[in-house]
């Protein structure tokens, strides 16, 4: 059974001039111990998403399931029975540590909080932690300022760890960091999920970060899902016209194949009060009258699910 | 004279502050010829941004010095000229894109003005004529010529970027200095914004360096990679040498930290430990304490780059053993 | 994948960290020196002041200062040195309980509307308004009026209309605070909302307010010579340095003496607590070691 699992999950803000429609009817599962990618541009609902799922924003419509069970609306009471399953991983390791607390403090408030633990084993755990993550002994005592980004973000997954996930939204968890320190967060990463069994939701602009870490991956235009598929088929065979266009833009190291870039024309509209239909039809070379209609996410392949109504006749399956 | 275009010599750069001394730039050599593009590879704090704005002499008055080295462009030294001179050549000769579109441009100005305001400072043209030209290189970055009287905040980033880009070019510059220009954008924009570089500088045979931690962006437009570690460059050379013959241990572990797009690893193997700290760089190899084929000597000894054929330049002391110390590790 | 780890350096007590880093500053030690000596003074009061401070002695009126009055007499002919040393007590405790009383309102006000927001926000705002659209003095003296004299209702009177200023402060910065990523980190690891404001929210927004405070101070001790010179508040024959101070308007043009003391111990009371609260800021920023 997938551990968890959203369906036609919707969150809209209202704002001044409107509402805007951050995430709008998506539909995955993700299996235990499994990595789902999410990728996207800025302002596409990655974040939105993933904050929905462990209940940091209030869903407007649509279900989320953790482990067969409905959690999508929870009482304050029962919100706090999940909270330590559903954890989260921030993109800026800057911010998301408190400046005034040391890396014991910060890691021991978590271990308190998650109440596994007698007062006196805390000190124990904490070295335990550390020691997982990868911080040496002698930094127990230093404030996040006088740590560089890789070692915060290790101090900001020690402190998730300490709540005992099983599900963790790593929200852009390397994106703030340099490119050899961004290697060894997601190895650590990748060997935790190894040893704890854990299951990540990834969301990254970076596409080679994400189909190394993936095992599935889901692509989103303006709120909406264009596709999902496995991460080596979406790379291989990327079917909807904006992953496309998106796998394509990536700058390769691959000097001796030089590919045929799809150059989209224009900017991403406004998520505010979007027509209905497919949001990417304005920068789509394939876009016809049909596209205006709302899609549907459509099996083409085992587990390959595309949202557009031109998939047939684009690709000839 | 073509082949050094831009020569810059042994430059060194300090900062000092509050009574520490950060050695920032330490002994760079590199030239350009006109028309190509180097592209500069490192990590936070390598150097590679001190650098661009030493060549744009654009360092802050207080705290940063230029300690030694040449910097000339087409024979004349730019760090003897007077900031008059300098001046006039800043825009006309040498252009710089900054990495954050979001603060390069004045919030108060329209961006039609703000690039009007470059062309005037170099050129005599009538009013007439200068609106002309910041309207045909609007339109040259994709920006119809009728929103030349919106203000920067009407934009939205990847179209704030190109208006930056089309500052940088209104005066037609012979080098232009792209630091992190398309970090901020969304892939797909900065293909865009990638490609319109890359024609302009085609066009108007434009010498371009590009800084950028991203080794695709610097794949897909440099002709030669310089690889920059605490102040110096480490290893350089063209394209196809870098990439397909990486030799220095950092520039091996800078592409072991990215995941390939064809290939499966199931684990990466990057550098381990830290860049080292600027202000107490190490003995010797500034490289060593994070190589795993550090010996003695590479403790004690400063390595000078050498020569592994074909101008194909690396800064290791062991750069002769490093094919076999490889396969023993492996 | 812990290599070479050393071992872990001792933890310190938090308070005696913060103390010694205080004290590392000179300036906190010159501060606390001088309100060390004035609350002394006040203290000892009685036992040091050489005459009766409400004794008047006609024959010795509008004295300089002289060996046999230190700080030269007032129109009554009292010992002002007297009076001043006695006046200490008063003002010292009138200018730090202003402060005390009405910080912790401006912290609590303060501290749920710039966390909660929303309606918990407008509502404490609207309210802080409504104080606030009344001149502070008036405030004082309306409350002055309405309660009675006594020092807990003097207090009373002269807090309210400060708490305003506190309060927005802290709202302001921690509105800044609210928005890092932390605080919504705490909140993922269950921490109680209280929690939040105590140990995430509370220490990094409370920055702005310990300068206010020292400023407090000496508005508190002025308002209450304001008080009392309209027959609210604390009466003659007791002394207080603001009342001395106000007093001595009409005589200050042949006898400065009877102003430039009290202005002096004024001016001492807000710099040594200006001094230490520069230095407490600072000693408890981790990030200036």
């Not at chain 1, 961004?182 to 969301?203: K, S």
């Not at chain 3, 405790?93 to 710039?114: H, N, Q, T, Y």
Request: neutral net charge; contains cysteine; glycine residues 8%.
């Amino acid at each position: 059974m997938a551990l968890i699992e959203v369906k036609e999950l919707k969150t809209y803000f209202k704002v001044a001039r409107g509402t805007v429609h951050a995430v709008d009817g998506v539909t995955f599962k993700i299996e235990e111990g499994k990595t789902m990618g999410v990728v996207g541009e800025s302002g596409c609902g990655k974040t939105t998403l993933g904050r929905t799922i462990i209940h940091l924003e209030e869903s407007t419509d649509g279900q989320i399931f953790y482990d067969g069970k409905d959690i999508t609306r929870l009482r304050r009471k029962e919100l706090n029975d999940y909270r330590d399953k559903l954890q989260i991983i921030f993109q800026d390791p800057y911010s998301s540590l408190n400046p005034r607390k040391t890396v014991e403090d910060t890691i021991q408030e978590a271990l308190y909080l998650s109440k596994r633990f007698d007062k006196s084993q805390l000190a124990g755990e904490v070295t335990k932690l550390m020691n997982m993550v990868g911080i040496d002994q002698r930094l127990r005592l230093s404030y996040p300022h006088e740590l560089d980004g890789g070692r915060r973000q290790r101090v900001v997954i020690a402190r998730t760890l300490a709540m005992h996930p099983k599900f963790i939204v790593c929200d852009e968890p390397v994106s703030a960091l340099d490119v050899s320190i961004q290697a060894q967060v997601l190895n650590l990463l990748q060997d935790l999920q190894e040893e704890l069994g854990l299951t990540y939701m990834f969301i990254t602009h970076d596409l080679s970060v994400v189909r190394h870490i993936s095992d599935d991956i889901c692509v989103m235009y303006l709120g909406q899902l264009v596709e999902t598929s496995p991460s080596k088929e979406l790379f291989k065979h990327p079917y909807h016209p904006y992953t496309e266009a998106l796998l394509s833009s990536i700058p390769s190291t691959d000097i001796h194949h030089k590919r045929e870039r799809i150059l989209l024309k224009g900017e991403i509209t406004s998520p505010i009060d979007p027509e209905p239909g497919c949001r990417f039809a304005a920068r789509c070379p394939y876009a016809t009258e049909a596209c205006k209609q709302p899609q549907k996410l459509e099996e083409v392949e085992p587990n390959h699910f595309v949202s557009c109504c031109r998939i047939h006749e684009i690709r000839g399956i | 004279m073509e082949k050094d275009f831009l020569k810059v010599e042994d430059l060194f750069v300090e900062y000092t502050s509050e009574g520490s001394t950060v050695h920032a730039v330490n002994g760079m050599s590199v030239s350009l010829e006109k028309g190509k593009t180097l592209g500069v590879v490192g990590e936070t704090g390598a150097g590679k941004t001190t650098l661009a704005k030493s060549i744009m002499r654009i360092l802050p008055d207080v705290g940063a010095f230029i300690r030694g080295g040449k910097i000339s462009l087409e024979g004349q030294d730019l760090l003897e000229l007077k900031e008059e001179e300098m001046i006039k050549i800043r825009g006309r000769k040498i252009s710089m894109i900054f990495q954050d579109p979001m603060t390069a441009l004045n919030p108060t100005m329209t961006v039609g003005k703000q690039i009007a305001e470059v062309i005037e400072a170099h050129n005599n043209f009538s009013k007439e004529e200068t609106r002309k030209r910041a309207e045909s290189m609007l339109e040259m970055v994709g920006i119809p010529a009728e929103r030349y009287d919106e203000y920067p905040h009407q934009f939205s980033g990847g179209m704030k970027q190109r208006i930056v880009i089309a500052i940088a070019l209104a005066c037609d510059p012979e080098l232009l200095i792209a630091d992190e220009s398309t970090t901020a954008l969304d892939v797909t924009i900065q293909a865009q914004v990638l490609d319109m570089i890359r024609g302009l500088r085609d066009q108007f045979q434009t010498s371009l360096i590009m800084i950028t931690h991203d080794l695709g962006i610097i794949a897909e437009m440099s002709d030669y990679v310089a690889v920059t570690y605490a102040g110096q460059f480490i290893e350089y050379g063209s394209l196809e040498q870098i990439y397909d013959h990486p030799t220095h241990p950092y520039t091996v572990g800078l592409f072991g930290s990215i995941p390939h797009l064809h290939e499966d690893v199931r684990r990466l193997t990057p550098v381990e430990g830290l860049m080292p700290d600027p202000t107490n760089l190490p003995q010797g190899c500034k490289f060593n304490p994070r190589c795993k084929f550090a010996c003695e000597r590479c403790r004690q000894e400063k390595p000078q780059m050498v020569d592994i054929g074909g101008g194909h330049l690396c800064r290791c002391l062991r750069v002769h053993e490093l094919e076999e110390l490889r396969n023993g590790i492996d | 994948m812990a290599n070479n780890s050393t071992a872990a350096p001792k933890k310190q007590n938090q308070f005696l960290v913060v103390l010694k880093r205080l004290f590392k500053r000179k300036t906190a030690v010159a501060g606390a020196i001088i309100l060390l000596i004035l609350t002394l003074s006040a203290i000892f009061a009685p036992l040091i002041a050489p005459y009766n401070y409400t004794e008047l002695n006609v024959k010795e009126r509008l004295q300089g200062p002289s060996l046999r009055h230190l700080c030269g007499t007032d129109e009554f002919g009292r010992d002002l040195l007297s009076r001043l040393l006695m006046g200490g007590r008063y003002s010292l405790r009138v200018g730090i309980s202003v402060v005390a009383f009405s910080l912790v309102f401006g912290v609590i006000l303060g501290s749920l509307s710039g966390y909660f927001g929303g309606w918990v926000d407008n509502l404490i705002m609207r309210f802080l308004d409504i104080v606030h659209a009344i001149p502070g003095m008036l405030l004082a003296i309306m409350l002055s009026a309405l309660l009675g004299n006594g020092f807990g209702n003097t207090i009373l009177a002269l807090s309210v209309g400060s708490i305003n200023g506190y309060a927005r402060t802290l709202r302001a910065s921690i509105m800044r605070v609210r928005k890092a990523e932390y605080i919504e980190a705490a909140a993922t690891i269950k921490a109680s909302n209280a929690r939040i404001i105590m140990s995430h929210v509370l220490p990094n927004s409370i920055a702005p307010l310990i300068v206010q405070c020292t400023m407090g101070c000496a508005n508190g001790i002025l308002s209450a010579a304001s008080l009392s010179y309209i027959g609210l508040g604390i009466q003659p024959p007791e002394a207080e340095w603001g009342a001395m101070l106000s007093g001595a308007r009409s005589y200050i043009r042949d006898y400065p003496h009877m102003g430039i003391f009290p202005g002096i111990l004024i001016a001492l009371v807000v710099l040594s607590f200006n001094l230490i609260g520069d230095a407490l800021r600072d000693a408890l920023d981790p990030k200036l070691k």
